[in-house]
């Protein structure tokens, strides 16, 4: 069949909208073929939420790993964690989108480290991972902003590229069936620009009397981990895309309630690599729950078995005490450092946590599952930095009172493994691409951590590489 050739159009530049990772790796890719790029941001801040993400990006197989096997285990990790949405009917992408995160995984890794010189050495292992595989520097700068500040650099001293902020993109432009371009405000002014698009906006989790009203109103007292802000997947459904998983939203088990601030309803995340690294959770001095498992379970558990409790707000929240001890601390210090620095996180004895009595048993258990001395009832099996052998009343230990926060929207528009937005047809919508949080369909029901930063560098970069072949053509 002879495909029609597409009008062409007069465009200087491909657009990109959103200034997060997704963003600026697909940026970076079209900077990289030599074509020149506006980026459109509405916030005055650039970095979204990507440049918040403190735990780490995937990769696997990678030389930071240290295992004795090469990783293989990603893939199926990610399908398992996926769930029924995985094999619905709805998106026969969904594998081909898997197989593609995962095997571009090490090559993400390498992209950051070898070609933007970017410090991803230490590994740690989150929920639902099989293996350690989720990758941040040694110092410490997290590894959300040690990225997004390293490749913005690197765009603002490319004069292709023109990084523009408080632009908020009100329409997709489309002409016979393809993108030409975007409408946007700017200090109340409207403005016009023409070219192919990639969009990478994120996702709606901090949209909560808009999008997440509308597809999970049941979640409208929860607090969330994302800055406020309006989700903008409605562009691109304007324009034929077609939304996918929409209700499947993430809440994240552990985000800090601060002793200072407790109702208020923006948390900030307690990094899924404190439990990665050893830590453990207790209501009323007790455990109930793996914490390896993934973050849905972990959320369900807690949602499911625990009294929501707040004393001084409408929020829904609840009281768990995350616990870690000197090993975990020195693994993770420049993370527990800066908590403890914000006042949401404590150094203190078991003596005097709250429950005492119950939780010195329950930490005393634990270190020996972590001795090798006991099976874990709930069935962890990776300790790892937890040293704490004989648990007495004088034992220190850093906590953190925390509590479910809504985290990210697994939902978005329907795309493929070239990054192609996708209308209801599963046909791609010309001349328009998306990238990281804002589209739908990649991580089924729960995303593994880590996954987020790895699918805005592979798909942001795919993106870009298409963005930049259809430029070439027009
Ligand atoms: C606290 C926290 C910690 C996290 N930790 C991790 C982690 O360790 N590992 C991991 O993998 N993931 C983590 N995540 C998730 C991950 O950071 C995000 O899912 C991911 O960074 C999203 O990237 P993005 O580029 O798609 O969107 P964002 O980074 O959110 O960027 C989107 C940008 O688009 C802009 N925008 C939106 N609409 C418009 C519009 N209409 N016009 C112009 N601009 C627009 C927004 O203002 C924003 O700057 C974390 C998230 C949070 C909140």
Not at 94 to 106: A, C, D, G, I, N
Not at 177 to 196: C, H, M, S
Not at 218 to 239: C, F, H, K, M, Y
Not at 292 to 298: F, G, Y
């Amino acid at each position: 069949m002879v495909m029609p050739t597409l009008p062409s159009y007069a465009a200087t530049q491909v657009i990109v909208v959103g200034s997060g990772l997704a963003g600026l790796s697909a940026a970076s890719q079209l900077a990289s073929h030599k074509i020149p790029v506006r980026l459109l941001e509405r916030s005055t801040k650039l970095g979204g939420n990507s440049i918040k993400a403190s735990s780490g990006i995937n990769g696997a197989p990678t030389k930071y790993q240290s295992l004795a096997t090469p990783d293989a285990k990603f893939y199926e990790d990610t399908v398992k964690s996926a769930g029924p949405a995985f094999i619905s009917s709805e998106n026969s992408q969904r594998q081909k989108l898997v197989e593609t995160l995962t095997s571009s995984s090490s090559s993400a890794i390498d992209w950051l480290v070898d070609e933007k010189g970017i410090d991803l050495c230490t590994v740690a292992q989150l929920g639902g991972h099989s293996l350690p595989r989720t990758h941040r520097g040694s110092g410490q700068l997290p590894p959300g902003a040690a990225i997004v500040t390293t490749l913005l650099k690197d765009l603002r001293t490319n004069p292709l590229v023109q990084v523009e902020t408080s632009c908020i993109v009100t329409k997709i432009i489309q002409s016979q069936g393809q993108a030409t371009g975007v409408e946007y405000t700017f200090g109340g002014e409207k403005r016009l620009l023409k070219g192919p698009v990639v969009f990478a906006s994120g996702g709606f989790a901090g949209d909560a009397h808009g999008m997440l009203a509308k597809y999970r109103p049941d979640l409208a007292d929860i607090p969330s981990t994302n800055e406020p802000r309006p989700g903008s997947q409605n562009l691109l459904i304007d324009v034929g895309a077609q939304p996918l998983d929409m209700n499947l939203v993430q809440v994240h088990p552990t985000s800090f309630v601060d002793p200072k601030d407790p109702s208020n309803p923006l948390k900030f995340l307690a990094a899924e690599l404190l439990r990665g690294e050893g830590g453990l959770l207790l209501h009323s001095g007790k455990r109930f729950v793996n914490e390896m498992e993934t973050r849905q379970h972990i959320t369900d558990t807690i949602m499911r078995i625990l009294p929501a409790k707040d004393t001084t707000s409408s929020l829904r929240q609840w009281d768990v005490t995350l616990v870690l001890d000197e090993g975990c601390y020195e693994a993770a210090k420049s993370h527990i450092d800066f908590y403890l620095w914000k006042g949401l996180m404590v150094k203190t004895t078991v003596g005097d946590l709250k429950d005492s009595e119950s939780a010195i048993i329950s930490i005393q258990d634990y270190s020996d599952m972590a001795a090798g001395r006991a099976e874990d009832p709930y069935g962890r099996k990776a300790f790892a930095h937890w040293t704490l052998g004989q648990v007495t009343l004088e034992s220190v230990v850093y906590v953190g009172r925390i509590t479910p926060a809504i985290h990210f929207t697994m939902g978005g528009v329907m795309f493929n493994e070239r990054s192609e937005v996708l209308d209801g047809n599963r046909q791609p919508i010309k001349g328009l691409w998306a990238a990281g949080e804002v589209t739908g369909g990649l991580h089924g029901e729960n995303r593994l951590g880590g996954s987020s930063l790895l699918e805005c560098v592979v798909f942001g970069r795919i993106a870009g590489d298409q963005a930049s072949a259809f430029y070439k053509k027009l």
